[in-house]
T-cell receptor, first 115, second 111 residues
Framework: NAGVMQNPRHLVRRRGQEARLRCSPMKGHSHVYWYRQLPEEGLKFMVYLQKENIIDESGMPKERFSAEFPKEGPSILRIQQVVRGDSAAYFC?????????????FGPGTRLTVL | DQQVKQNSPSLSVQEGRISILNCDYTNSMFDYFLWYKKYPAEGPTFLISISSIKDKNEDGRFTVFLNKSAKHLSLHIVPSQPGDSAVYFCAAADSWGKLQFGAGTQVVVTP
């Protein structure tokens, strides 16, 4: 049973370009969470999704960021018109049930560098 | 606002001794707490968790203690081993499962 997969592992973008980060949850997991880790900081929650639904996006910046988890395929975190401050490690986690009943398993992360 | 705090950014401990990592939280609505271990360039790995209805959970060398009245939890690792050298994150979950993480504690286990 493969773990949570994220790709690409490293992504370099120039200011103004778009970044697309993909996350394939573990088999059988329908809960997906995205977190961002800025340098020298802990992980910060961004968004919680279930299949085709955004449950909680309170941690998402209001502009340029969006997330989806379609019925088929991976979850996508999309950052439009990237700026240098978007440079961070973005982690995806999945769980079979909501946390409190099941722990979250993390992917290896995507390291985004904005030039 | 930082709802989960790990006030010690680093901890150095001798191999074979006990490592004690501390974590404080401010939101009384948190009802599930987790510890994660993270190596550089990897995602966090789940270590151990505790529900708010318990005050202790043990798994091998790892024990987590929860003091709800003080809004404080701690992770004990005994005996500490060189492979335990990593960053440890405390996390608290709300009813949706959204995790709030502390800033992490870098543990270094010396021979």
């Amino acid at each position: 049973n493969a773990g949570v997969m994220q790709n690409p592992r490293h992504l370099v973008r120039r200011r103004g370009q778009e970044a697309r980060l993909r996350c394939s949850p573990m088999k059988g997991h329908s809960h997906v969470y995205w977190y961002r880790q800025l340098p020298e900081e802990g992980l910060k929650f961004m968004v919680y999704l279930q299949k085709e639904n955004i449950i909680d996006e309170s941690g998402m910046p209001k502009e340029r960021f969006s997330a989806e988890f379609p019925k088929e395929g991976p979850s996508i975190l999309r950052i439009q018109q990237v700026v240098r401050g978007d440079s961070a490690a973005y982690f995806c986690a999945s769980s079979k049930l909501a946390v409190g009943l099941d722990e979250q398993f993390f992917g290896p992360g995507t390291r985004l560098t904005v030039l | 606002d930082q709802q989960v705090k790990q006030n010690s950014p680093s901890l150095s401990v001798q191999e074979g001794r006990i490592s004690i990592l501390n974590c404080d939280y401010t939101n009384s609505m948190f009802d599930y707490f987790l510890w994660y271990k993270k190596y550089p360039a990897e995602g966090p790995t789940f270590l151990i968790s505790i529900s708010s209805i318990k005050d202790k959970n043990e798994d091998g060398r790892f024990t987590v203690f929860l003091n709800k009245s003080a809004k404080h939890l701690s992770l004990h690792i005994v005996p500490s081993q060189p492979g335990d050298s990593a960053v440890y994150f405390c996390a608290a979950a709300d009813s949706w499962g959204k995790l709030q993480f502390g800033a992490g504690t870098q543990v270094v286990v010396t021979p």
